[in-house]
C-alpha cells in the first residue's frame, strides 16, 4: 500500500510538472486548462483514496501487535454492539472501537495466548460479560435480548456506595461514590484504588472518571480481566487454560470455563444458585458472540455448582 501510495505521488506529480510546462497554445487554451483541472481532480481523489485506505491499513496493523484488530475488526465490533449507539442507550457514543484496540494495547497479553481458537474465545467471554453488565436488552428486545451490550456506562440507583470501610489499604473519600461503572461496573473502593494506581488516575478522589472518559473505561474493565485477585484467579487466566485450582477450589467445584469467570466477577450474588436468570445471560451472551468468532464456547459455563470466594 506504501508503494502505491508513492506511485500514486509519483504520477500525479509527473502529471502536474508536465502540465506546467507545456506552452499556451493559441485558440486551445481553454481545452488546456480544463484538462489540467481534470488532471488536478483526478490526483486529489486519488490521493485522498491511498490516504484513507492506507490510513485504515497501518492503523490495524499497529493493532494487529496487539491480537486485536485481526480478531475484531470494526464490522464485528458493531455486529457485536449492535444497539449500543441507539438513542434508548444512556452510553450512546461513549463506547468507541478505537477506545477498546486503544485500552487493549496496555494489556498486550489480552487475546494473544493459546491458539487461535483461544484467543477468540478468551476476546469473546469478555465482550459477553462486559455485554452483560451493560445490558439493556429485555426478552422481545429488537434483534434479541442479546444485542444490548454496552447500553449503560453506570450504575441507576445504586442501593449504597460501594464504601467497605474496613479496607484501610484504599480508604474511601468523603462524598465518593464507589457505584458501578464503564464496561466491567467497576465497584467498590478496593478496586477503584488499586485500578487507578495501575492505571494512572486517582481511583478513590475521581472515580467518576470511569464513567466519563471511554479509554479509561475499557482500561478498567480489562485492568478487571487480566489482575490477579488473590485467592481469586484472573479471568485471563481462566480463559486461556493457565488456571491451577488449589485446594479449596477443588472442594469448591470451582472448574475451568466461562462460569468460573463469572464467579470471580460476581460470584457472591449469582453462583452456588440454580438456574439464575443472571448467570443465564451472560450465557446467552457468550453464545451469541463465540458463533460470530466462529469458536466453541468451551465447557462449564454456568456456576451454579460452585460457592464463591
Known amino acids: 500500500m506504501i508503494a502505491i501510495g508513492r506511485l500514486g505521488l509519483g504520477l500525479c506529480l509527473d ?122 436488552g429485555w426478552a422481545t428486545a429488537p434483534d434479541g435480548p442479546y444485542a444490548w451490550g454496552l447500553c449503560f456506562k453506570e450504575e441507576v440507583s445504586p442501593q449504597s456506595n460501594y464504601c467497605d470501610s ?22 467498590w473502593n478496593f478496586n477503584y484504588g488499586p485500578a487507578g494506581k495501575a492505571l494512572g488516575f486517582d481511583g478513590l478522589r475521581n472515580p467518576e472518571i470511569v464513567a466519563n472518559n471511554s479509554l479509561i473505561a475499557f482500561k478498567t474493565a480489562l485492568w478487571f480481566w487480566m489482575t490477579e485477585q488473590k485467592p481469586k484467579p484472573s479471568c485471563h487466566d481462566v480463559m486461556v ?35 439464575d436468570g443472571r448467570v443465564s445471560d451472560r450465557i446467552g451472551y457468550f453464545k451469541r458472540y463465540a458463533e460470530l468468532f466462529n469458536v466453541d464456547t468451551g465447557p462449564n459455563l454456568d456456576c451454579e455448582n460452585q460457592k464463591s470466594y
Request: positive net charge.
Open 166 to 187: 474496613t479496607n484501610k489499604e484504599w480508604p474511601c473519600y468523603p462524598g465518593k461514590s464507589y457505584k458501578g461503572r464503564g464496561p466491567i461496573q467497576l465497584s
Open 15 to 136: 502529471v502536474s510538472i508536465k502540465r506546467a510546462s507545456l506552452r499556451p497554445v493559441p485558440r486551445q487554451g481553454t481545452l488546456a486548462v480544463a484538462m489540467a483541472a481534470l488532471s488536478a481532480s483526478y490526483c486529489l481523489t486519488l490521493l485522498s483514496f491511498i490516504f484513507f485506505f492506507s490510513s485504515g491499513i497501518l492503523h490495524c496493523t499497529e493493532a494487529r501487535r496487539f491480537s486485536l484488530c485481526s480478531q475484531v475488526s470494526k464490522e464485528l465490533f458493531d455486529k457485536i454492539f449492535l444497539h449500543k449507539d441507539d438513542n434508548a442507550c444512556p452510553a450512546k457514543n461513549f463506547y468507541t472501537y478505537d477506545s477498546f484496540l486503544n485500552a487493549s494495547k496496555f494489556f498486550p497479553k489480552f487475546g494473544a495466548a493459546g491458539s487461535s481458537a483461544t484467543r477468540k474465545r478468551e476476546v469473546a467471554a469478555f465482550l459477553a460479560q462486559i455485554s452483560h453488565e451493560t445490558t439493556g
Open 241 to 275: 487454560g493457565r488456571y491451577v485450582p488449589t485446594k479449596a477450589d477443588i472442594a469448591a467445584n470451582r472448574t475451568a470455563g466461562y462460569g468460573l469467570v463469572t464467579n470471580i466477577i460476581n460470584g457472591g450474588l449469582e453462583c452456588g444458585i440454580p438456574n
